[in-house]
C-alpha cells in the first residue's frame, strides 16, 4: 500500500499564474481533505471531497477550487496565485467519517 | 469554536520523558489526534484518542484526555534523537465531517 501519494513535491509558479496538485488516497478511502499548511504554522482545513462532491469548505477564498475523480483522486486547483498562497499544501485521505486521516508528504508550492 | 493552542518549544533530555500539551475548545469532538511532522515532511499520525476515554497507551506513547478542562496530552517515554520534530494537536470539528483543527504545533528538541 503506497498510502497517500502526492504530486508534484515541489512547484515553483509567479504571480497570477494557476497550478494543480494532484492527490491519489490511500487504497480503501473514499474521502479527500486538502489543507494549507504555512511555514510554522498547524494545517488549515481548506475542503473536502467525497463522492465527487465538495463536502464541506473552510476559509479560503474561491479561487480554491478541486476535483474528485471515480477512483478517489482529487485535485486541487488554485488561480491567480498570491505571494501568500506560497505553503505546503497537504492531502489527507479518510474512510468517510471515520477516525484517522492519512496524509501525504505534500507539495511545496512557492510564489514569485 | 474552532481553536487548538500548543505551547511552541519542548527541550528534553535523550532518555527523559516528554509530555506535549494542548487544549482545545469543541467540547463535542469525537476524537482527538496526535501527529508528527519531521521536516520537509508530511504529517504522521501517531495516535488518537476517542472522546469517551481517559487514557490510551501505545508503546512508548501515553495519551491523557481530561474533557471537563478540554486538555489532552501526549507523553513520550524514554525520548530519543529520532522523537525530534514537531508534533501537532487536533480535533475533529464536530460540525463537520472528519474536518480537522490543528493547533500551531510544538518542536519538540531532544538533546544528549
Known amino acids: 500500500d503506497a498510502g497517500v501519494t502526492q504530486s508534484p513535491t515541489h512547484l515553483i509558479k509567479t504571480r497570477g499564474q494557476q497550478v494543480t496538485l494532484r492527490c491519489s488516497p490511500k487504497s480503501g478511502h473514499d474521502t479527500v481533505s486538502w489543507y494549507q499548511q504555512a511555514l510554522g504554522q498547524g494545517p488549515q482545513f481548506i475542503f473536502q471531497?467525497?463522492?465527487?462532491?465538495?463536502?464541506q469548505r473552510g476559509n479560503f477564498p474561491d479561487r480554491f477550487s478541486g476535483h474528485q475523480f471515480p477512483n478517489y483522486s482529487s485535485e486541487l486547483n488554485v488561480n491567480a496565485l498570491l505571494l501568500g498562497d506560497s505553503a505546503l499544501y497537504l492531502c489527507?485521505?479518510?474512510?468517510?467519517?471515520?477516525?484517522?486521516?492519512?496524509f501525504g508528504q505534500g507539495t511545496r508550492l512557492t510564489v514569485v | 469554536g474552532e481553536d487548538v493552542e500548543q505551547s511552541l518549544f519542548l527541550s528534553v533530555r535523550e532518555g527523559d520523558s516528554s509530555v506535549i500539551n494542548c487544549t482545545y475548545t469543541?467540547?463535542?469532538?469525537?476524537?482527538l489526534y496526535w501527529y508528527k511532522q519531521e521536516p520537509g515532511a508530511g504529517l504522521q499520525l501517531l495516535t488518537y484518542i476517542f472522546s469517551n476515554m481517559d487514557m490510551k497507551q501505545d508503546q512508548r506513547l501515553t495519551v491523557l484526555l481530561n474533557k471537563k478542562d478540554k486538555h489532552l496530552s501526549l507523553r513520550i517515554a524514554d525520548t530519543q534523537t529520532g522523537d525530534s520534530a514537531i508534533y501537532f494537536c487536533a480535533e475533529v470539528f464536530s460540525g463537520g465531517y472528519n474536518k480537522l483543527i490543528f493547533g500551531a504545533g510544538t518542536r519538540l528538541a531532544v538533546h544528549p
Open positions: 471531497y467525497y463522492e465527487e462532491e465538495e463536502r
Open positions: 469543541d467540547s463535542s469532538s469525537t476524537y
Open positions: 489527507a485521505s479518510s474512510k468517510d467519517t471515520q477516525g484517522g486521516a492519512f
